[in-house]
């Protein structure tokens, strides 16, 4: 299974990380029990674990800049892995006319990865306000509505 092999290359590149850090994005999603297809692993995390995790890496490094909508202290793309894993050190989305910042506060453990707790992941998702991040948070309300659903 693609995405939990993903997800040990994760947990493995992270278990020496000094700062806490959380999967995001679809994965999350899938992991609280959500059905949708996963094509990379989102990992919001502290820029010095980022900076860590880039020079342990075997594979390729792609750093990123900002984008129109989201930007952050450091974006890397690491690929070689199962899935495309991408780095967020210092996330901010720009919505209403500003730049949030994207810090979880909740830290939920899911076999050997963290991802934010239901409610936020669902919240983040609204906050992002794509149509993709508006279709996650919906999965995600679904799931609350049916405990054995996450």
């Given at each position: ?70 930007r952050s202290s450091l974006f890397a ?16 989305v720009y919505s209403s006319g500003r ?43 679904d799931c609350a509505d049916r405990p054995?659903?996450?």
């Open positions: 299974m693609p995405l939990a092999a993903a997800l040990d290359e994760v947990a493995t590149l992270l278990r020496g990380a000094r700062d806490p850090w959380w999967v995001i994005g679809s994965a999350a999603a899938c992991l609280h029990g959500a059905a949708t297809s996963v094509a990379d692993v989102d990992v919001v995390l502290g820029l010095r674990d980022a900076h860590d995790a880039m020079a342990a890496w075997r594979g390729a490094v792609v750093v990123g800049g900002p984008g129109a909508r989201f793309r690491l690929d070689g892995a199962t899935l495309p894993i991408e780095l967020m050190a210092g996330l901010h730049w949030v910042p994207v810090q979880p506060a909740t830290r939920r453990s899911v076999g050997n990865v963290y991802v934010p707790g239901l409610a936020e992941l669902e919240a983040m998702f609204v906050l992002f306000g794509r149509p993709k991040d508006r279709a996650w948070a919906d999965l995600l309300r054995s659903c996450c």
